[in-house]
């Protein structure tokens, strides 16, 4: 009789065992997805014109040079002991005029020549720079180069993303011209 009653006990454990809720497992844990790449920022916006004719702005400190680099005819502008900002060489073998300004581009951006005879919108050729320069190559007859040559006293090179420059229309850069022609 112990027996049946232990017996009954244990089919009435398992019986309450069966009829109690269950938990469910736990849930796998999830699997960390990697994190999109950021989204590229925008290019900031240039910096603003000042207020104003172009020709009243204060002309960007420094100096031209000219001088034969690697056998070309080259002028320079920069302050005394740093990079120049600016760089007019003839590619008379080529029949173009390389002008470089300061800066750094990996795909064409637009770049305007403001003289007092006209604007001249030119877009830069990354294969004509280095990594620090955005450069065009304009073809020695071209009128924007004439324009430059007899320019006012001044012209102005406004590169997007960059600070206008605005330098002096010195002999200089007639020179490197002239020298292409």
């Known amino acids: 009789m112990k027996a049946n009653s232990l017996l009954s006990g244990a089919v009435a454990a398992l019986l309450l065992a069966g009829c109690a809720a269950r938990t469910p497992p736990p849930a796998p844990a999830p699997v960390a997805s990697p994190e999109p790449a950021p989204a590229p920022s925008?290019?900031?916006?240039?910096?603003?014109?000042?207020?104003?004719?172009?020709?009243?702005?204060p002309i960007t400190p420094g100096t031209w040079?000219?001088?034969?680099?690697?056998?070309?005819?080259?002028?320079?502008?920069?302050?005394?002991?740093?990079?120049?900002?600016?760089?007019l060489t003839c590619l008379r073998d080529r029949g173009v005029v390389r002008l470089a300004h300061a800066g750094e581009a990996t795909m064409p951006v637009p770049l305007v020549l403001v003289t007092t005879s006209g604007t001249f919108p030119l877009l830069s050729d990354p294969a004509a720079?280095?990594?620090?320069?955005?450069?065009?190559?304009?073809?020695?007859?071209?009128?924007?180069?004439?324009?430059?040559a007899f320019s006012r006293g001044r012209f102005a090179i406004e590169v997007t993303g960059l600070s206008p420059s605005y330098l002096p229309a010195w002999p200089e850069v007639a020179r490197v011209i002239e020298d292409c022609r």
Do not use: H
Request: charged residues 20%.
């Open 129 to 148: 720079g280095t990594a620090k320069q955005v450069a065009v190559l304009i073809p020695a007859r071209d009128r924007s180069l004439d324009a430059l």
């Open 65 to 87: 040079r000219w001088s034969m680099v690697d056998g070309q005819s080259t002028a320079r502008f920069a302050q005394p002991g740093l990079t120049p900002l600016v760089e």
């Open 42 to 57: 925008p290019a900031p916006p240039p910096p603003p014109r000042p207020a104003g004719d172009w020709r009243e702005a």
